[in-house]
């Protein structure tokens, strides 16, 4: 795999003093109409044999294009808040706003390949971790991010030659460290696994290049031209997209059209009959706070983070059920989000990256009044996100509750769910009570007239990403005070449960 790069190609100084200006001219062209255009992020991964000129090809592409709207990272052992955290956090973090591009060094990619070539991770883990990487770019170039992956490389002699001449550089001799001359001498066990690695994650969405790293002039207009002429084409099929789609024909419905069949839901098997009386819910209430706080305690002092998710309809009860429980927890160690509609600033990245910027730190816990399921549940039955993009959501959003598990984090699920007659009762309760009146508006009034299409949404939600680990859990909210004991004894349950566990960092293998 690795003979087309060890050719020995260069280019010469005066072919590279012609071609460069010229490249540099059209790089900014191009930078600039993604800016403009603002439908997508540009990812550049680098990686490879070291002293291949990854650093020097970041620093290259920052001298030729606008800095300003470049963004460069670099990743080295995680950090104490890193490791409290899954590991994809700190690149989900990262990620370029549409119209920005992002330069990685160091990325995804590293753990992976140091870890089976070093012998801390199996062959089984090395698989795993290299299907979440086409997992993540998958879920990125799906949201129209365009991918672009450089293995730099230099043959074991090539790459010994350049060590040497770093080394006798007073300036660069810093670079080349006894740790590089280990890995040197494992360099056929670099290059079989680094070869897997490309074949694994080499994918029709984001597809790897290998460059020759021997000279320095062949490999920035290698480098340089493939970003113009990639993103150049990248652009040209995001606007044909739009232009087709403003001048599509919006679809006619005809109003004696067939309705379509609308079956049970998960949601006509739950008992809303269920109750409890003042002085039973009185004694309970006291009882399972009393455990959570307890259990909160014992969580921080663990560094067990917890994160609780809420959904349900209007005026189910969310927002009684949380502060029962945030009665009982140290407001140090919690956080309630309420999430409403993105931002410009969220409106510019994938959905999921506002979520994963707020995990919580080791032995927190993040309360979500509404979260991401609402991809799939208000955005897809108002018309907000594409059949596609909520169709896929699905498989994006278990993948990313599958890493938060898997890092040791406590994920609750709760649907409370009212009748439509308890939520109509409400909304009139609400109406007559001058210090309720604010949480009632048209959106709300608005919203009852397609419930049925909600319980459709949310039974395909249980349907599809109640899971093992992340199960969903239903709670007949019909009756107030029947609700708030069972989150809470449902989270104490949870939590307790996963105390007795021990769960090992994601960056001990």
Request: glycine share 4%; with cysteine; net charge positive.
């Amino acid at each position: 795999m690795f003979s087309i790069a060890e050719l020995g190609q260069k280019i010469s100084k005066t072919e590279f003093k012609e071609q460069a200006p010229l490249l540099r001219r059209e790089l900014l062209d191009a930078q600039h109409r993604l800016r403009k255009l603002a439908k997508c992020p540009v990812i550049i991964v680098f990686a490879g044999v070291n002293g291949a000129g990854k650093g020097e090809t970041v620093n290259l592409l920052n001298a030729w294009m606008d800095p300003r709207w470049l963004i460069t990272r670099a990743y080295d052992k995680p950090s104490e808040e890193e490791q409290e955290r899954p590991e994809y956090w700190r690149f989900w973090r990262d990620q370029p706003h549409k119209g920005l591009i992002g330069l990685f060094l160091s990325s995804w990619y590293s753990r992976p390949l140091l870890g089976r070539v070093h012998k801390s991770i199996d062959d089984a883990c090395f698989n795993d971790l290299l299907e979440r990487i086409n997992r993540f770019e998958k879920a990125l170039t799906d949201d129209n991010a365009l991918i672009l992956k450089f293995w730099m490389h230099l043959s074991k002699n090539a790459q010994k030659k350049r060590f040497k001449q770093l080394e006798k550089d007073e300036l660069n001799s810093w670079r080349i460290k006894e740790e590089d001359w280990d890995n040197w001498r494992l360099y056929e066990k670099f290059e079989e696994t680094a070869e897997r690695v490309i074949m694994k994650t080499s994918t029709g969405n984001a597809p790897w290049k290998i460059v020759e790293g021997t000279d320095y002039n062949f490999r920035s207009l290698t480098v340089g031209t493939t970003i113009r002429d990639e993103l150049t084409a990248h652009l040209d099929k995001l606007e044909d997209i739009a232009k087709s789609s403003s001048q599509a024909s919006q679809p006619v419905h005809s109003e004696n059209g067939a309705q379509p069949h609308r079956g049970s839901t998960i949601l006509d098997v739950m008992d809303m009959t269920l109750s409890l009386n003042k002085s039973q819910y009185n004694k309970d209430l006291k009882r399972y706070q009393a455990k959570l706080n307890k259990l909160q305690r014992q969580a921080h002092e663990k560094k067990l983070s917890t994160i609780l998710v809420f959904e349900g309809p209007d005026a189910a009860g969310k927002g009684g059920a949380i502060r029962r429980m945030t009665a009982a927890l140290d407001a140090r160690h919690y956080q309630v989000l309420p999430i409403a509609a993105p931002t410009d600033e969220e409106k510019a990245q994938h959905y999921l990256w506002r979520f994963w910027r707020r995990l919580p730190r080791g032995g927190r816990i993040t309360i979500f009044d509404r979260s991401w399921y609402g991809r799939v549940l208000v955005e897809r039955v108002e018309g907000l996100a594409s059949t596609d993009e909520w169709r896929r959501a699905y498989s994006e959003i278990n993948e990313f509750e599958e890493e938060l598990t898997e890092s040791g984090i406590v994920l609750v699920k709760f649907w409370i769910h009212v009748t439509k007659d308890e939520q109509h009762r409400r909304f009139k309760e609400r109406e007559e009570t001058p210090h309720k009146q604010w949480k009632l508006t048209s959106e709300d009034w608005r919203n009852r007239e397609k419930w049925e299409e909600y319980e459709q949404a949310i039974n395909a939600i249980v349907e599809r990403s109640s899971t093992r680990t992340a199960p969903w859990t239903l709670i007949e909210g019909n009756d107030k005070r029947h609700a708030r004991v069972k989150v809470i004894k449902t989270v104490c349950e949870v939590m307790e449960e996963a105390l007795k566990g021990k769960t090992k960092p994601w960056y001990i293998i």
